[in-house]
């Protein structure tokens, strides 16, 4: 099946964060006996590991997060509180704990996004208290409408396959690992990443 023909499907030399997130999981599944029977420091040693991978997830999934009820860091601080409340129940189903803490901030994402449309906000500026020699307004509002634009065009996707799209694209997860995070088998995400992506450029084509 000629589905791999696009920017996830790197030669696995030329993917490192691949190779990243394998060694990562390989350690994580080392410490997590020992957390999970109760060793603090194993504990704190998996809160440093994930934190900057689900720091950076999150921000893949929210993006600017001024429409939102919380930031990106209160949904990363959620989602470390529950990782470290759910260790001692932790048992290895047949997925890596890294999958196993990738669904749970897909799950803390997707309850932000929920509050969001519950809930709006609408943010007032703020004066700056000095000058600031970073990217100017101009700047700023198209880097925000180009992912603005984003999220709308990633709306007309299925959440299923908005997921895969993350983990495949952004995060370079192989088709295995992305299968154990959502629980199918890697023919089936090949396939819901090649219907994602032509979906998605159906779309632009209509909109050109």
């Not at 209160?74 to 803490?101: C, H, M, W």
């Not at 449309?117 to 703020?126: F, K, N, R, S, V």
């Not at 088709?175 to 819901?192: F, W, Y």
């Amino acid at each position: 099946m000629g589905t791999e023909h696009n920017t996830a499907a790197l030669p696995k030399n030329l993917n490192p964060a691949l190779s990243e997130s394998r060694r990562v999981a390989a350690e994580l599944d080392k410490l997590i006996g020992p957390a999970a029977a109760g060793d603090r420091a194993a504990v704190t040693e998996i809160v440093r590991i994930v934190h900057p991978l689900v720091r950076r997830y999150c921000g893949a999934r929210l993006g600017n997060t001024a429409h939102l009820q919380v930031t990106a860091d209160d949904v990363v601080q959620e989602i470390l509180i529950a990782t470290v409340n759910a260790i001692p129940r932790y048992r290895d189903q047949g997925k890596s704990f890294l999958a196993f803490v990738y669904g749970i901030a897909a799950n803390k994402v997707a309850d932000a996004f929920r509050r969001s449309q519950q809930h709006p906000t609408y943010p007032m500026a703020e004066m700056p208290d000095a000058p600031c020699t970073s990217a100017g307004p101009e700047e700023w509002a198209l880097a925000s409408e180009r992912r603005a634009a984003t999220r709308e065009l990633m709306k007309i996707l299925a959440p299923a396959h908005r997921e895969v799209l993350v983990m495949r694209i952004v995060l370079g997860w192989s088709a295995a690992q992305t299968a154990e995070a959502i629980g199918t088998s890697p023919g089936v995400v090949r396939v819901m990443q090649h219907r994602a992506l032509n979906k998605l450029r159906a779309e632009l084509k209509m909109a050109s």
